[in-house]
């Protein structure tokens, strides 16, 4: 399904005002990192509500509600500007890193925290590239 939603995509739906059409394939894992860190991390945040341990809790929903809009934000790629595509890049890469941070924690005590941070770096990975990708582009 993935690879038939981008082929639908047309070459003006992944560019940017001022910059060259993106490359679909980084596109493609980038949103696909961000859903798998969403779901990661919201399976997270139920294990550590139940287990009482709220800041991890918290970080895990915030995470998941950054890589929703980030995700979101990707297919409407024509609405946005390299500046702010950047900084929604920027604070997705910050708050996967704090979730990481904070599940690392928990990470040998819980099977899930250990899936939740890997995931968070997988994110990180796949926004830097897209990163990578606009300043190769531009």
Do not use: F, W
């Not at 949103?31 to 139940?50: G, H, K, P, W």
């Amino acid at each position: 399904m993935d690879a038939r939603m981008m082929d639908a995509m047309s070459a003006e739906m992944t560019s940017m005002s001022g910059m060259p059409e993106m490359d679909a394939a980084v596109m493609q894992a980038c949103m696909d990192a961000c859903a798998a860190c969403e779901q990661a991390c919201t399976i997270c945040s139920v294990q550590m509500m139940d287990g009482h341990m709220m800041d991890c809790a918290s970080a895990c929903m915030t995470c998941a509600d950054m890589c929703n809009t980030m995700m979101r934000a990707m297919l409407r790629m024509p609405g946005m500007t390299p500046a702010s595509m950047m900084a929604m890049l920027d604070a997705c890469i910050a708050m996967c890193q704090t979730c990481m941070d904070m599940c690392m924690m928990h990470a040998d005590q819980s099977p899930v925290c250990a899936m939740c941070a890997e995931a968070c770096r997988a994110c990180m990975d796949a926004c830097m590239a897209v990163k990578d990708a606009m300043m190769a582009a531009a």
